[in-house]
């Protein structure tokens, strides 16, 4: 089974700052490795992704940075908005593939005025 | 659009009681999903399907079942509740790429 974990529970940053979120993973398929934002009574939506041909994907003020001989992979955003504010999770596609990702538990990110 | 549509938005049972969670995508997605979201877990698979007809279990599927009915819709059934099902439920779908999922809006489910 196929276990993602994330760190860290909860983030405080201040706007402007850098907010780093970090994710390892067992055992994977596949190279992808997606992030979702999930915003308070809402669904999860997609934010980012990186294939890893490369070791990094910056879209805007996100970046993501993957490490495959350490199985590790992490989420940067910068300059730091209150609109940022939200759960993240990141996940990875199941061993076996078969079309399924395992989600890791959340980080609640908060970016305080 | 309407993109991936659930019903209820919220529900409360009774232990024992059964009820049926409605998913809809009018994307001309193959696959959809059914999660649950609780505290501090993630979003945990229950069931998926890869196509039309086809269902499979995913890490948590004990205490439920699911239809495909057609290519749009997917439904999750709970056959007789239980508290430990109290719950956020999320229906997803995906085209062609399995890892770029849209999730519905959710349905919050209390079993008291």
Known sequence: QQQVKQSPQSLIVQKGGISIINCAYENTAFDYFPWYQQFPGKGPALLIAIRPDVSEKKEGRFTISFNKSAKQFSLHIMDSQPGDSATYFCAAPHPFGNEKLTFGTGTRLTIIP | ?112
């Open chain 2, 1 to 112: 659009n309407a993109g991936v549509t659930q019903t209820p938005k919220f529900q409360v049972l009774k232990t024992g009681q059964s009820m049926t969670l409605q998913c809809a995508q009018d994307m001309n997605h193959n696959s959809m999903y059914w999660y649950r979201q609780d505290p501090g877990m993630g979003l945990r698979l229950i069931y998926y399907s890869a196509s039309e007809g086809t269902t499979d279990k995913g890490e948590v599927p004990n205490g439920y079942n699911v239809s495909r009915l057609n290519k749009r819709e997917f439904s999750l059934r709970l056959e007789s509740a239980a508290p430990s099902q109290t719950s956020v439920y999320f229906c997803a779908s995906s085209v062609t790429d399995p890892y770029e999922q849209y999730f519905g809006p959710g349905t919050r489910l209390t079993v008291t």
